[in-house]
């Protein structure tokens, strides 16, 4: 599309994090250099600092466009989870440390169909790349946000959980009398530091089983990798086989031809010499009947 005086700014931004990588930058430079042409120096600029995303987030940037209920579903679960832990609601946080776990392996199967779909071949550090976003996305609104709209740049990374500072505080009670407080005030540290501890135990059950996932999905993709290209082998082998057949086919009716049209060369030149004998004879005979006088 061609950049017109009014075009708005989001509209050139999700043609170009829509092109596959390779077109990016050149796009970008002749959208600009349109945009600068036409004294709109400002959207020029805008359009210029634009980044060419990286394979990773490029995928990121093309499923989203094709299921865009899925960055929905992990904000939504990335804020429950937030609030659990505010609440320090332990098994609750188990509950949705799995749930999350679910999401982001299914999403991230999705992409990796995508890509196979697209004739894209994702490395492993691209395929953690992928599962990293998803899960950054499910802890930061920032980096949702961006996954929402489909303009990714690059992969996002989270190592804690929740947003930055978040800790966990018990539900507050009113407390009747000091000694009330007091007890209060023992048994929610109690809590507090029971939820720590479930919540460590969750976050490491939920490291293993991530380390299994990525592992599972890592197999899994090699596996379709192997059968993609044996696939792609035996169809190359059928379409030599269908031509080798057809070129057989071919040289058997031109042998055919040729052994047909031998028989009747052959037929030709035997009824020619049977011709030529005669005329000979012919010849010879009238020769030996000539009067005296005229030898």
């Known amino acids: 599309m061609s950049a017109e005086p009014t075009m708005d700014f989001d509209e050139i931004a999700d043609e170009l994090y829509g092109l596959p990588p390779g077109d990016f930058t050149a796009r970008r430079n002749a959208v600009a250099r349109t945009a600068r042409r036409e004294g709109d120096r400002e959207l020029a600029q805008r359009i210029s600092t634009l980044r060419r995303p990286t394979q990773s987030a490029w995928i990121l940037n093309q499923w989203i466009r094709r299921h ?48 196979a779909h697209l004739d894209v071949t994702l490395s492993d550090a691209t395929e953690r790349d992928i599962v990293s976003t998803l899960r950054a996305a499910a802890a930061d609104d920032e980096t949702a946000d961006t996954l929402r709209r489909g303009r990714m ?3 996002a990374e989270y190592t804690g959980f929740g947003p930055a500072g978040m800790f966990a505080v018990p539900e507050p009670v009113a407390a009747t009398d000091t000694g009330d407080a007091d007890a209060e005030a023992t048994d929610h540290e109690a809590r507090r530091e029971r939820a720590e501890q479930e919540l460590r135990r969750a976050e490491q059950h939920e490291a ?15 596996a379709a990798r192997a059968v993609d290209t044996l696939a792609a082998q035996a169809q190359r082998l059928r379409d030599e086989l269908g031509r080798v057949e057809h070129e057989l086919g071919f040289a058997r009716r031109r042998a055919t031809a040729a052994d047909s049209e031998s028989a009747t060369t052959a037929r030709s030149l035997e009824s020619s010499s049977a011709a030529v004998e005669k005329l000979r004879a012919e010849k010879l005979r009238a020769g030996h009947a000539q009067p005296r006088d005229q030898r």
């Open 68 to 115: 865009p209920d899925g960055a929905d579903d992990i904000t939504e679960l990335g804020a429950a989870l937030r609030e659990a832990q505010r609440r320090a609601a332990a098994d609750r946080l188990r509950e949705l440390s799995r749930q999350r776990q679910r999401v982001i392996a299914d999403a991230a199967g999705q992409i990796g169909r995508l890509a």
């Open 208 to 222: 293993d089983a991530r380390r299994a996932a990525d592992d599972a999905r890592t197999r899994a993709a090699d």
């Open 153 to 155: 740049v690059t992969a």
